[in-house]
């Protein structure tokens, strides 16, 4: 990831003076560009708009400083598309405005340097997480197979929910023995277009038990015994659980020991009162790198 990564903001740097196709980027990194920004975001500090305006700026600082450039040329070629606009820009980002760039000292131009990528940059050190080992369980609730979606509430999960009966529920609650001992969120069977946001997946609401049933009017899912990561956070919902994820993907597994194995991902929250501090736990299954 760190490789491929690297070689996407190469293809930014080559066109900084052109347009930037968000598909060649997918093309190059293998994952969505929803993914890509919120993976670059995480481990640069910053968002990617606001790099490639940075490095563009940059680079039109030390084209005005050539004596045959001038502003108006600068400001279309760096995809502005006024001299303005360009103007306005530059000023908020330098200090001072494009037509007095030869008059500043040297030691008053700002710079932008290119960014390069290393597993050092930023971590995972500050996320919430402990490691589980669970025997084998039965996932048992109401299941469907609802659209990927990253951002935001699923419309078809929701509606998911209200389906559930009161006999349903009341059925799942007799089961539930394992811990968590609360109504879970179940993903998996997902399609293989999961990174680009498209396809489906299949989502189950339910609870965890080791009983043998029978769960009549419920649907199961075996699963295996397994290591789980389990990552908790509490925020506003859903984009606290949702910056998790991201984060789990840009900075906690390429720095871990671990690497994740084919399981139903699982997530909870303790009360939906307040969605402004909702607590949330994200159970992954891993097993050891190697």
Do not use: C
């Amino acid at each position: 990831m760190q490789s491929s990564m690297n070689e996407a903001l190469q293809y930014v740097e080559a066109n900084l003076d052109a347009e930037i196709d968000e598909k060649e980027i997918e093309k190059i990194t293998g994952i969505s560009i929803y993914h890509f920004r919120r993976m670059f975001s995480f481990l640069s500090g910053m968002t990617l708009t606001a790099y490639i305006r940075n490095r563009r700026l940059s680079n039109a600082m030390f084209d005005l400083l050539r004596e045959d450039v001038h502003v108006t040329d600068t400001a279309f070629k760096y995809g502005y598309n006024s001299v303005d606009g360009f103007s306005r820009a530059f000023r908020e980002w330098a200090g001072f405005k494009p037509s007095e760039v030869k008059h500043q000292q040297k030691q008053d131009l700002k710079v932008f340097p290119k960014l390069t990528f290393q597993l050092t940059i930023r971590g995972g050190l500050e996320m919430n997480y402990r490691i589980v080992e669970k025997e084998a369980f039965k996932i048992i609730g109401v299941s469907k197979r609802v659209p990927m979606q990253f951002e935001g509430v699923n419309a078809e999960i929701e509606k998911l929910a209200q389906s559930i009966t009161e006999s349903q529920k009341e059925k799942m609650h007799q089961h539930a023995n394992v811990d968590p001992t609360k109504v879970i969120n179940a993903s998996y069977n997902f399609d293989d277009g999961r990174m680009e946001e498209e396809g489906y997946l299949e989502h189950m609401i339910g609870v965890l038990t080791d009983e043998e049933g029978p769960f009549e009017g419920l649907d199961v899912i075996e699963v295996p015994d397994h290591t789980w990561a389990v990552f908790s956070s509490q925020g506003p919902f859903p984009q606290t659980m949702q910056e998790t994820w991201a984060k789990i993907a840009a900075e906690w597994l390429p720095s871990s020991d671990y690497e994740l194995v084919e399981a139903p991902e699982i997530s909870f929250v303790e009360d939906y009162s307040n969605l402004d501090q909702v607590y949330s736990e994200i159970w992954i299954a891993v097993k050891k790198k190697g």
